[in-house]
């Protein structure tokens, strides 16, 4: 997950964290925080959606339900 984000035009990679922030009965929780090269509203929700596609192919390609 780390390294797909670093390669993310989108990310500013010097303020990037990725952290399991907790583990529940229901499963887990990761904590992803980073600033992006952009202040544009609209660029930011698209740098949103990208990641958020990659992070569902990693899932994905894992084979992980998410009930």
């Known amino acids: 997950l780390l390294s797909m984000m670093e390669e993310n035009q989108y ?3 010097a303020t990037l964290t990725v952290h399991l922030d907790k583990i529940t009965s229901g499963g887990f929780e990761i904590l992803i925080n980073a ?9 930011f929700i698209v740098a949103k959606e990208e990641l958020n ?3 569902m192919n990693i899932v994905n390609s894992q084979k992980i339900n998410l009930g």
Request: no cysteine; hydrophobic share 35%.
């Open 35 to 43: 600033l992006t090269k952009t202040s544009d509203y609209v660029e």
């Open 53 to 55: 596609y990659q992070i």
């Open 11 to 13: 990310i500013i990679n």
